[in-house]
């Protein structure tokens, strides 16, 4: 047996050692080093169930970007709720700006007598109320806020 130790010995005296070896070994010598690899190993265990679930994780988003089902039907959600804000939005803009054009070309002066007509008109005091309410909602929330 210590013949085989022996040869080992001396088959080991025999193998060059590279530079980047000897940097390696330097390197491993260190206080800090041994200490950082004495904490890995440590949590190893620790280590391994993070990239368990790291690799669940990718493999789960994998399969859920290449599934053409779900990509289609995720589009379909989102077309399916932006769709109806898309039209309000475009119908709001489409009466904003027309009443804005007719606002502009309009030289009628209205009076005191002209805003009491206007008081009577239903989508005005639709606006008044919901001016009232919105008015009360932002008093309530500045008084919550202090």
């Known amino acids: 047996m ?3 130790i022996t040869d080992v010995k001396t088959e ?3 193998v060059p ?5 000897k940097d390696l070994l330097d390197q491993l010598l ?3 080093v041994q200490e950082s690899l004495t904490t890995l190993v440590d949590n190893l265990p620790k280590l ?3 990239v368990n679930v790291l690799t669940k994780s990718y493999d789960f988003a994998q ?3 290449t599934d053409k089902t779900l990509k289609s039907d995720t589009v379909g959600a989102i077309s399916e709720i932006a769709s109806p804000v898309i039209k309000s939005a475009k119908h709001l803009a489409a ?3 027309e009443a ?3 606002a502009d070309e309009s030289q009628e002066v209205i009076g005191v007598f002209g805003l009491l007509k206007l008081l009577k008109d239903p989508q005005a005091q639709k606006m008044f109320r919901f001016l009232n309410a919105f008015l009360q909602v932002s008093a309530e929330r500045a008084k919550e806020q202090k």
């Open 63 to 65: 399969a859920a970007l």
């Open 17 to 21: 050692v590279s530079q980047d070896q």
């Open 2 to 4: 210590s013949e085989t």
């Open 48 to 50: 391994t169930e993070l």
């Open 100 to 102: 804005k054009d007719r």
């Open 12 to 14: 080991q005296a025999n």
């Open 30 to 32: 260190k206080p800090e």
């Open 95 to 97: 009466n904003v700006i």
